[in-house]
């Protein structure tokens, strides 16, 4: 048989399959299940708007991946006739394109392909330095996990938040180095980058799962960014918690002020709309500050920004609050850079210049007592300070920046190039390491403790 006759064979059995495949499916709506009536109308809007496409796919993939058919059917994306064809199918010349069973088809589904149909979201998502996190190859921190970790651990490790480049075989399949891979800024084979998948759980699409705070924590989450732990911790967390299920979490539409007031989670600041802003899908749009840098900068346009992001505070609490509030965090941010992240910063460059320590990083101890400083527990003082959460901004923060700065740093600079810290330490916010406590100082603590526990401290 010709190749044209195996296919129209082929196609004539799979013609008679769909048939059986749709007749059992219709029994199984009309044979007087447990099923309401909503759930049973539900189910055949959802295959009268299913597309002929779509109809093959299922006749397979209803059975061999019933998990993944019956997430797609409970989406809005079935309702609308937003199929497995809509999503898989390709253009035969996509790098990832492969021919199956008649049909061109790709499994990554790329913001390319969601901005078809989504185009506000895909531009918003792009623009954002999530769909940049891939790009991270030139970073300090890849070295590290690349080369003194080791690449096994880059591959499930950073990759799997900032995204792999995916990398395609010969056959059309995926390399193991780089797929499976759900990372927010994967650089996907069409050329663009970013994964919608890295938020938004497939097969379902769900907005009630997606506006969750624990979507962003995969991610946002652990010793270098603890943005999910400081959330928990604040009093926003805490009313989450008890109020979710007044908060409409699936809603269309899902307007701070309108559709819930109890408590903001993650997306409501940082994406949500209010009365005044659409929602965006570029996270950055309301931060003054970059908090995640050796040294805090202000961000372009920093006051535009904080304006919006004060929108959202101010349909919950009254402006002088939030402007107190922002005073109390630009001033704990200065501290940080001021006190610490510059002066740390300055005492590596007059080693690095002085010869005392070479340019290959991390093969010295004070290489790691300063990326601890600034990327560990300096971050989390930050995060702390912006998102209400006074245990990182003290015991997990500022107590560990202090440690690690006053009895680290200086003295391993010190042994490796003796006086190299004098001026710094001259300074008046560091003067009490060399002058210590008054006379009058001590006497205070003493007769604190001795007036709250008696006497004997
Ligand atoms: C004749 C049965 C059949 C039909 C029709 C079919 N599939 Fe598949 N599909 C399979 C099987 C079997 C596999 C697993 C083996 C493979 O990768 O080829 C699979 C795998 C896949 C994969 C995953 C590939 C991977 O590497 O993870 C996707 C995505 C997919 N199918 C989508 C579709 C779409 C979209 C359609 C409809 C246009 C469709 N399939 C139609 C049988 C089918
Ligand atoms: C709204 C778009 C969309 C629709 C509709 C859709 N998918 Fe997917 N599918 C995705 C995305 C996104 C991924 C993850 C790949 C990625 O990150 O790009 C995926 C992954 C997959 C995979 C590979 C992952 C795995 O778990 O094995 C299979 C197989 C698959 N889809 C099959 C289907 C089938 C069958 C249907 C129809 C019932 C379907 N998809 C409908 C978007 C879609
Ligand atoms: C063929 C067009 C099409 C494609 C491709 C598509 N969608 Fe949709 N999507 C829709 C339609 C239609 C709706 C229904 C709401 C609307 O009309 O905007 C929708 C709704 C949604 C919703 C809201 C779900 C809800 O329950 O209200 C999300 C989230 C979503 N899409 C994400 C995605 C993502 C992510 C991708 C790519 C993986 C994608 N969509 C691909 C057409 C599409
Ligand atoms: C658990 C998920 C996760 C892992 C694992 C992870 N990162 Fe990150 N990374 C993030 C998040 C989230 C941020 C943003 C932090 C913030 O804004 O506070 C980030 C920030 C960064 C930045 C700063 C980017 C900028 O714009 O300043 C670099 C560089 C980086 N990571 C590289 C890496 C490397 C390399 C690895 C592996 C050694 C890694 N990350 C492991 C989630 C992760
Ligand atoms: C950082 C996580 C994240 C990523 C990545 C993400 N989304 Fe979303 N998406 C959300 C959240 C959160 C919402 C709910 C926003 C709301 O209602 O306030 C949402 C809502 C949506 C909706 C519903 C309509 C709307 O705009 O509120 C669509 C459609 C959508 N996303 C498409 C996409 C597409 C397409 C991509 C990839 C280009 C994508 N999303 C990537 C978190 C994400
Ligand atoms: C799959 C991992 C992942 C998920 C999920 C994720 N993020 Fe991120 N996010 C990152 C990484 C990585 C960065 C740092 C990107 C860079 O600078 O290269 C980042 C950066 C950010 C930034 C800083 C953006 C800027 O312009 O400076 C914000 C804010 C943010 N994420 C919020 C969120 C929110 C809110 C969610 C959930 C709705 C979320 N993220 C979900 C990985 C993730
Ligand atoms: C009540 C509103 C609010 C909530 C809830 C919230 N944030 Fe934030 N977030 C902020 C503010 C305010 C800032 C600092 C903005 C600035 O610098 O102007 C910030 C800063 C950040 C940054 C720092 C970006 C950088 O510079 O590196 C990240 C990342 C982030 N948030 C992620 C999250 C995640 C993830 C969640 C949920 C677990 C969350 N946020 C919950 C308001 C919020
Ligand atoms: C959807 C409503 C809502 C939004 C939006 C909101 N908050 Fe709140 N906020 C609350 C609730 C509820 C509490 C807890 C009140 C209580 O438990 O007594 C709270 C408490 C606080 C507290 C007191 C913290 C403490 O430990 O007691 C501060 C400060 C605060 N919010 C600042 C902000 C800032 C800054 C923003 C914007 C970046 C913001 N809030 C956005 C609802 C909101």
Request: with cysteine.
């Amino acid at each position: 048989m010709s190749d044209k006759g195996k296919r129209r064979t082929f196609f004539t059995v799979l013609a008679i399959f769909i048939g059986i495949a749709s007749m059992l499916l219709l029994s199984s709506f009309s044979g007087g299940s447990n099923d309401d009536e909503k759930g049973k109308l539900r189910l055949e809007k959802v295959k009268a708007a299913t597309s002929k496409n779509t109809k093959t796919c299922l006749v397979c993939h209803e059975n061999s991946q019933p998990g993944i058919v019956e997430s797609w059917r409970q989406s809005t994306h079935a309702e609308k006739g937003v199929g497995c064809f809509e999503c898989h199918g390709a253009n035969a010349s996509d790098p990832d394109a492969f021919d199956h069973f008649g049909s061109s088809v790709s499994v990554i589904v790329s913001p390319k392909d969601c901005g078809k149909c989504h185009a506000k979201e895909a531009k918003e998502f792009l623009a954002s330095y999530h769909a940049k996190a891939g790009e991270v190859l030139g970073s300090l921190d890849n070295y590290l996990g690349e080369v003194v970790e080791g690449i096994s651990a880059s591959v499930s490790g950073c990759q799997q938040c900032h995204g792999s480049k995916v990398e395609v075989n010969a056959d059309k399949t995926f390399s193991a180095e780089t797929w499976p891979n759900f990372g927010i800024g994967r650089i996907n084979p069409d050329g663009t980058s970013g994964s919608c998948s890295a938020c938004h759980s497939r097969h379902d699409f769900s907005l009630k799962q997606v506006r969750t705070p624990d979507t962003c924590g995969k991610c946002h989450v652990g010793p270098d960014h603890p943005q999910i732990e400081i959330y928990n911790e604040s009093k926003h967390g805490i009313a989450f918690k008890t109020h979710q299920e007044e908060m409409n979490m699936d809603s269309e539409d899902w307007v701070v002020g309108e559709d819930y007031t109890a408590a903001p989670t993650c997306a409501t600041c940082h994406m949500g709309a209010t009365e005044n802003q659409p929602s965006t899908h570029d996270v950055g749009t309301r931060l003054s500050w970059n908090i995640r840098a050796a040294i805090s900068f202000k961000t372009k346009n920093s006051d535009e920004k904080r304006k919006e992001m004060k929108d959202v505070c101010l349909t919950c609490h009254k402006p002088n609050y939030i402007n107190n509030f922002y005073k109390q965090y630009d001033s704990g941010i200065e501290l940080y850079n001021e006190k610490f992240a510059k002066p740390a910063k300055e005492i590596l460059n007059r080693l690095k210049k002085a010869g005392k320590i070479d340019p290959t990083p991390f093969n010295e101890k004070i290489e790691w007592t300063y990326f601890y400083l600034w990327h560990h527990e300096g971050r989390r003082a930050r995060n702390g300070l912006a998102m209400l959460g006074p245990d990182y901004v003290q015991w997990h923060g500022f107590y560990e920046i202090a440690e690690r700065f006053y009895l680290e740093l200086i003295s391993e600079a010190e042994e490796l190039m003796p006086g190299v810290t004098k001026d710094i330490l001259a300074k008046p916010e560091h003067k009490w390491l060399k002058s210590g406590m008054s006379k009058e100082e001590r006497e205070k603590v003493i007769d604190y403790y001795s007036k709250r526990y008696g006497k004997g401290e």
